[in-house]
């Protein structure tokens, strides 16, 4: 029943989000610090296929079990199985449905430099800031550019759990990503951006089965051979935000727009990864 409890898994559990920007163009002045709190929520073009693929999946091995040889327990067929590995890999790798709360702190250690440390439900990562150009005084209105690059990891959720304790497997997700902020201060107490951003992500999903099929030994390692245990997918895109407030405390709103691209060989066949995805988030951020 453990493939059982894995497909039963993919509706309801999927990996961290990646991490939104939250940045509205302007380091964090010498000296001072930034810290602040948000969720995103991310959903995307697969998402609709890969949970129901999951569920249907699910529904197809409650229906056709069969006695395992000796007639100890239900066992299921190789046929049976692969719909079921196919969706746990791709809600895995392409997130579909994922969300994640961090918080975060920064801390400008030069002028026009600052660094940011993360940490949430499904990850952490760390990142530096360079603002080329613009005003870097916060009670200065202006426009100002960004540039930060980062590092990050992110887990599987549940999901990877189960494949983790379950299969004794791996999952892991590890983000390096850059992005381009642009922003405008209104007065003290508004900013508006639009950013261009990119992150590689590289993947590791190694799932040894421990699972009760009736198969014939040398086709199942065969096709267990054919299926990638790493890879990479290349997301692009941009967002647009803003924030509101006072000299120290800002309430902000950020909408990402996310393209992914990437393949993988999943059970000797070659999936696709590509997908379009909508990550709204929401944050608040102080500044002392």
């Keep these: 029943m453990r493939l059982l409890a894995l497909a039963l898994t993919l509706a309801a559990s999927g990996c961290a989000a990646p991490a939104f920007l939250g940045n509205t163009?302007?380091?964090t002045p010498k000296g001072d610090f930034r810290v602040g709190v948000g969720t995103a929520y991310q959903v995307n073009t697969q998402a609709a296929d890969i949970v129901k693929d999951g569920r249907d999946a699910a529904e197809t091995l409650r229906a056709r079990t069969t006695a395992c040889p000796g007639g100890t327990g239900d066992c299921w067929t190789v046929a049976?199985?692969?719909?079921?590995?196919?969706?746990?890999?791709r809600f895995a790798l392409v997130a579909p449905l994922s969300t994640s709360t961090m918080i975060s702190g920064r801390y400008g250690f030069a002028p026009g430099f600052d660094g940011g440390l993360r940490w949430g439900s499904g990850g952490y990562g760390a990142d530096l800031a360079w603002?080329?150009?613009?005003?870097?005084d916060a009670s200065t209105p202006g426009l100002a550019g960004t540039l930060i690059v980062g590092?990050?990891?992110r887990s599987m959720g549940t999901l990877g759990d189960v494949i983790k304790d379950v299969f004794r497997g791996e999952a892991g997700l590890t983000d390096w990503s850059a992005a381009f902020v642009l922003g405008r201060q209104w007065k003290e107490f508004a900013?508006?951006?639009a950013a261009a951003r990119y992150t590689l992500t590289s993947w590791t999903l190694t799932v040894i089965p421990d699972l009760p099929i009736i198969y014939d030994a040398a086709e199942v390692q065969q096709r267990l051979l054919g299926t990638d245990g790493s890879g990479s997918i290349h997301t692009t895109g941009g967002a647009l935000g803003g924030a509101l407030g006072y000299k120290h405390v800002f309430v902000g709103a950020e909408l990402n727009f996310l393209w992914t691209a990437g393949n993988a060989r999943l059970l000797g066949r070659d999936r696709d990864l590509g997908s379009f995805g909508l990550m709204p988030a929401l944050y608040l951020y102080g500044q002392f």
């Excluded at 603002?131 to 870097?136: D, I, K, L, W, Y």
């Design 25 to 27: 163009g302007r380091v």
């Design 80 to 89: 049976d199985v692969e719909p079921v590995v196919d969706a746990a890999f």
């Design 131 to 136: 603002q080329p150009f613009g005003p870097r």
């Design 151 to 153: 590092y990050g990891k």
């Design 191 to 193: 900013h508006t951006y």
